[in-house]
């Protein structure tokens, strides 16, 4: 099944228009669709039938986007995948309210799961969806707080990013039949290569390729971002006065003499290993041979 | 039980304390507490436990108080409850994520409803949800439209109003053992007299005593907005130039010319009466009292 296209074929041609029209633009406007991936192969680990676990999928890349749209909302971000962000081309109350009806829309997915396993998913995507809201608001803390150490930004990123790719295979495996002890090392893969994944950003963000990552190289460094690896710069002892700048050459220039982006490439790939590792955990087969490559994928990607 | 103290005593007191401290404001502001008693007598009628009906009846109330948040929010309200808005006490990216984790927060309390029960309720309260949010989304558009009529208002408030507490009953009902005739009595009861309930806020704000109103009177003409006294006097050929003043005394004055406020007392009390029919079709007793004499209390309130 192609999960794009069974996205990009959901009808958001409904009345009021105005509350419906930036659902559609918003999920036809592509993404890695990561989150439902996942969460299928969570199933087919476990031999479970796609139709069975498909309304979970598209509830999770729904309540993904939900948190894109709040989020440009609360980041005054201007352009998302290529695209005006809602509140740019609408407005900022049309993209309040129509996110609002998209993480509903993601609950009338979660729904549509079978009734034998309704019950604790939905815990599970309750429980993300908090944990999400969380790491936001860590990380909106996180701008305002001096004393970020490298373990807090760890555990915002782990709530922000990994523990919705970790829930998406947990759903899936839980549906597909996994075990309590199978669903929980996928989870852990799905924590680890999340981390791995956001470090990854922090990275291709100050040493990406501006022609293959998508957006201006060194953002972060410009709204003086507490990233990853200003973090690990800091700890390391670095120039406090060099690291307070918004000169994209100036803190480059001090992450090099510092060793940053090693410690960074080291860490991504030490997180990417240990993910691998709790593969071995659960049956092999085609599926989990999948998420081996979607972890070097991910590791290696240049956008 | 009393409803209003177990909401009173939901701990909110967690970390992030940015995300959580807004919640437990608006939840400890007070209302009328009106959704949760709705489902819990729902419940009663058919001889329900309490305790099987409390997780959604707080659903119910955490959700009505999230759309709340939003809704000042998207209205720029500074006032409610006679307190600040969350988004004038702290910030309006704290009223979008706070008021997010608030709708999760709704499913979290709706995912204890007991199993056998809750594929049905979540559906019906996803259904509920969606409506609120086209009836808040038809709401703003009317703002823009000049052909708004006195059915699409109907319409818009149903939505808006009236759906939150029919299915405040019927999922109180459907809990409680009512069957499928018996639920949709409930409902439209519901319907009826949140129709009832809104108009008669139409008419408060104009009408209203401002002693006991607890906010100024005039507020609708003063905004111009399009309510059901309005669009009445619109329907009743009232002189443009005077409906399109923003004066109290020069609106007020065509109402009365053109019978606007005796118009609405009978529509109020048409509406009533025809909620109050629906409930002589299910059991009677102390409960279903209950439930006549809020249609009263309603009605012939004065806040």
């Known amino acids: 099944m192609d999960i794009n296209s069974v996205i990009e074929q959901l009808d958001w041609h409904r009345e009021p228009l105005g509350l419906y029209e930036p659902i559609g633009y918003t999920l036809s406007a592509g993404g890695k669709r990561l989150r439902p991936t996942l969460c299928m192969i969570g199933a087919q680990i476990f031999g479970g039938e796609e139709k069975a676990v498909l309304p979970a999928a598209l509830a999770l890349e729904i309540f993904h986007n939900f948190t894109l749209l709040h989020d440009d909302v609360m980041d005054k971000a201007t352009v998302r995948r290529g695209r005006a962000c809602v509140h740019i081309r609408w407005n900022e109350n049309t993209a309040i309210l129509s996110g609002d009806q998209m993480m509903i829309e993601a609950y009338k997915q979660l729904s549509q799961v079978d009734e034998k396993h309704l019950p604790h998913v939905l815990r599970l995507f309750n429980q993300m969806a908090t944990e999400i809201c969380e790491g936001q608001q860590y990380d909106v803390d996180f701008e305002q707080r001096e004393d970020v150490s490298i373990a807090d930004y760890m555990q915002m990123i782990r709530l922000k990013t990994s523990v919705l790719l970790a829930t998406a295979l947990r759903i899936g495996a839980y549906i597909g039949g996994a075990n309590e002890e199978e669903q929980k090392a996928l989870y852990e893969y799905g924590i680890c290569i999340g981390l791995a994944f956001q470090i990854q950003d922090d990275y291709l963000d100050c040493y990406g390729d501006p022609k293959t990552f998508g957006k201006a190289i060194g953002g972060d460094i410009k709204e003086r971002k507490k990233t990853w690896l200003w973090l690990t710069a800091q ?69």
């Not at 997180?271 to 049956?283: A, S």
């Open 235 to 303: 700890h390391e002892g670095g120039d406090q006065q060099e690291l307070a700048s918004k000169d994209y050459d100036r803190v480059i220039n001090e992450y090099n003499r510092l060793g940053v982006p090693e410690l960074a490439l080291q860490q991504i790939h030490q997180l990417t290993e240990k993910g691998l590792r709790y593969l071995d955990n659960i049956p092999q087969g085609e599926a989990t041979n999948r998420l081996r490559r979607l972890a070097d994928q991910l590791v290696n990607r240049q956008s």
